[in-house]
């Protein structure tokens, strides 16, 4: 009989692996599939969007892609000459590619709600030549369709993405420790080199409950869906101070500035998990994944999968 005989040895982890661990730890974010509280927020989104499929249904009518706070639809820092930066990164190909018909529509990025929705009004009446629409957008959207009710804008659905329907504590947190005074300092030097201000203020939770929320009720006839986000940052993470503020005032899950609960509206569609703010417009996914996937970690979150079936379902949903 022969034995073979394997001998093991355990070598300490070459300075590159070390190199790739310690940026998978700057970049990314862990999961919370533990956190107990998730259970009564709605469908849990673990990995479900980690890979495009192969088949998606497409919607009947257009789809209207507007950004949020501080957003752009195209953000040209070289002039006309080079390609631009593109807020919905290769979202809006992906939807035209599967035969979409896709509109972006541009906002003031700091604008307040008001000025965002009468100019996402104009912009879609501009754009969508009086046909029936579908919108992936946030506040703007909703006061648009509850208020202005702008002629030549036919609003089949409205679908928001980790909105702060109910206001944000970080929000709250920066406006007491910053101090009425200094506010008003600062906005005067945004507003001296044509930064407009108006938004900051309505994203307290005072403003959204007390303010907003009550004189913007739903229209009969859109339909309105919505999703959430939350994680764990890890220590080096960006979100880690803000996602702490908001889960010791708010006690809830959060995506690093929006909480779940305040996400909700409509039909609640459910939480996506491990997944931060910038994750879900594809603008952290690509260099964190590369990285990711050289150290043997799954993937568990492909932002143009998640809006591939967002209109995956706007179709199932006749719209």
Not at 157 to 176: I, K, N, Q
Request: hydrophobic share 40%; aromatic share 10%; with cysteine.
């Amino acid at each position: 009989m022969m034995r073979i005989l394997i001998r093991i040895s355990c070598r300490p982890p070459s300075r590159s692996i070390k190199r790739l661990q310690a940026y998978r730890a700057l970049s990314c974010t862990s999961r919370v599939s533990q956190d107990p509280r998730l259970a009564d927020i709605g469908r849990v989104i673990e990995d479900e969007y980690a890979v495009i499929r192969n088949s998606y249904e497409t919607p009947k009518n257009p789809i209207i892609l507007a950004h949020g706070l501080l957003g752009f639809d195209e953000l040209r820092l070289a002039g006309p000459s080079l390609p631009g930066i593109q807020y919905w990164r290769g979202i809006t190909e992906a939807l035209s590619h599967k035969g979409i018909e896709v509109i972006t529509a541009a906002v003031p990025p700091s604008g307040s709600i008001e000025a965002r929705a009468a100019k996402l009004g104009e912009s879609i009446a501009q754009k969508a030549h009086g046909k029936s629409v579908n919108i992936i957008a946030g506040l703007d959207a909703r006061y648009m369709i509850s208020q202005l009710k702008p002629p030549n804008v036919d609003v089949l659905s409205l679908t928001t993405v980790a909105s702060p329907h109910r206001g944000s504590a970080f929000a709250d947190y920066m406006f007491d420790s910053i101090g009425p005074r200094q506010i008003k300092r600062i906005y005067k030097a945004l507003e001296f080199i044509g930064f407009e201000t108006g938004a900051f203020s309505q994203l307290t939770r005072q403003y959204m409950q007390e303010q907003f929320n009550p004189k913007t009720p739903d229209a009969d006839g859109v339909r309105y869906f919505s999703y959430g986000a939350s994680l764990e940052p890890t220590f080096w993470s960006i979100f880690r101070p803000s996602h702490r503020i908001i889960k010791r005032i708010e006690g809830a899950p959060n995506d690093g500035l929006v909480s779940v609960t305040s996400s909700q509206w409509g039909i609640y569609k459910g939480t996506l998990v491990g997944v931060s703010h910038l994750d879900l417009i594809n603008w952290t996914n690509r260099i964190k994944w590369f990285f990711w996937e050289l150290t043997g970690s799954k993937r568990n979150f492909n932002a143009i999968a998640f809006y591939l079936d967002i209109a995956d379902m706007l179709a199932k949903e006749g719209l």
